[in-house]
């Protein structure tokens, strides 16, 4: 089982003069900025902030001289299983590591999926994370789908990230293999929720949830197109969702995939790999953010897997045969 070990947590600090009259959630939130307005008032309310020595609530005034401090444990983050999964991890810090997901590995336990996933090879690399929020998982990639994830190894990195992926400065750039030739490029904005009759799948519904897409083609095939889609929003299924509903879905999406289609007199090498495609045609090819603690700009890049580029070359192939 997962390590019981609680990280401790002491700070403490002066209410400055300028910040004095406040409420404490809103000074707190301004002193202990590494982390999350959510978990200080969390630990207001179980009495371990203090002024003074004094337990107070959220809302009470507090005044300029005044001692804050904090006493607190972060709880690990669930019975969760340390397994030894191969990770292909492109940087890492103290503070937070990059890594290139394989097609077929889940990112959280859920039903059905209670290990073998991303989160228990992240408690196996980094044990600490028992006490960091979903063991710094901030965004997830589904199960078949690759490329670049970022995760927070502390919880003041956790706060920053979710901090910019709630600002939308945390750039996301994938490629996709659609069906279907884009003429030009596009946006989407379009919400997305549950869909109605089937639970397990998302759909473009009315009082979704926001979500923006925006699309532009790199390269044009007979019956396909090969494309970049970059997130401003990042909901579940976000890009097969949109991608479907602008009637270009993913090659290979067993779930918003549509109808099949393969280009007229086609060989049969591309027939059987267009058929056969293990997994929706999605790669995480760009992470760009600021990193957590020194502010400064980060940017990695992921290539494209091998099943991705033995596609795109059949695709090529046939649209060189068929070019006058």
Known sequence: MSSINKQVIQLSAEVPSELGGQRLDQIAAQLFAEHSRSRLAGWIKDGLLTVDGSVLRPRDIVHGGALLELNAEQESQGEWVAQDIELDIVYEDEHLLVLDKPAGLVVHPAAGHADG?????????????TNVPRAGIVHRLDKDTTGLMVVAKTLEAHTSLVAQLQARSVSRIYEAVVVGVIT??????????????????????????P???????LERFRSHTHARVKLETGRTHQI???MAYVNYPLVGDPVYGGRFRIPPAASPTLVQTLKEFPRQALHARFLELDHPVTGARMKWES?????????????????ESFEQ
Not at 185 to 190: M, S, T
Not at 304 to 319: E, G, I
């Open 240 to 242: 097969r969702v949109h």
């Open 303 to 319: 290539p494209l897997p091998d099943d991705f580029v033995w596609l795109l070359s059949l695709l090529r192939q046939d649209r």
């Open 184 to 209: 030009a490029g596009g946006k989407v904005d379009a919400p997305i929720g549950r869909h109605g009759q089937q639970r397990q799948r998302m759909a473009v519904v009315a009082g979704g949830k």
């Open 117 to 129: 996933t991303l989160l228990n090879a992240l408690l196996h690399h980094v044990p600490g994370l």
């Open 211 to 217: 979500a923006v897409s925006h699309y532009r083609v």
